[in-house]
């Protein structure tokens, strides 16, 4: 059985930045893309979502309540436990543990949605298996970086390059 893998798949800014300081993406959405830039495709190759609390809360907040990713097993890290829902289970364990866990499992692969603490831990722990990147044209000067300072060296191999209008869509394995 090969092991699933884990996939960040996020849209950033050309300076690297995935939302401005105050979590604003109205940005991301004025820009001239093709069809859903690749997101259905991506979105059929996975079965499994993980998000961070904030993330989440930003997610519930702006989508009004309506839960986007219904249908698939979603994973939402807190350290304060939560109470789950019909969509998400909260976790409040050893993350590292809990996805190795899951890794291993039978299933499609995994979706890291986002919550830089989460992606930062998953890259150090040499987690993450691919990370596919579309990039807006837009330079936000500052906001929320897409990779926070580290303290590790992180090789990747491009793999796909794909153009959605004004979005360059980077695809690239993490060598091992």
């Given at each position: ?69 219904q249908g698939k097993e ?103």
């Amino acid at each position: 059985m090969e092991q699933r893998k884990l996939v960040l798949y996020i849209a950033s800014s050309l300076d690297g930045y995935i939302a401005t300081n105050e979590h604003n993406l109205d940005w991301l959405f004025s820009i001239d893309g093709e069809g859903d830039n690749g997101y259905s495709k991506f979105y059929d190759t996975i079965d499994t979502i993980l998000i961070g609390r904030i993330t989440y809360d930003w997610i519930i907040e702006h989508e009004n309540g309506r839960f986007p990713y219904q249908g698939k097993e979603c994973y939402v890290f807190s350290k304060t436990k939560k109470e789950d829902n019909e969509h998400v289970t909260f976790i409040d364990k050893n993350i590292v543990q809990f996805l190795q866990d899951l890794k291993n499992k039978n299933g499609k692969n995994i979706w890291l949605v986002g919550g830089g603490e989460l992606l930062s831990t998953f890259i150090k722990e040499k987690l993450v298996d691919e990370i596919i990147i579309n990039i807006a044209p837009t330079l936000l000067g500052k906001g929320i970086p897409l990779f926070k300072n580290n303290d590790f060296q992180t090789s990747l191999t491009l793999k796909n390059i794909n153009r959605f209008n004004q979005f360059v869509e980077l695809s690239y394995e993490v060598v091992r």
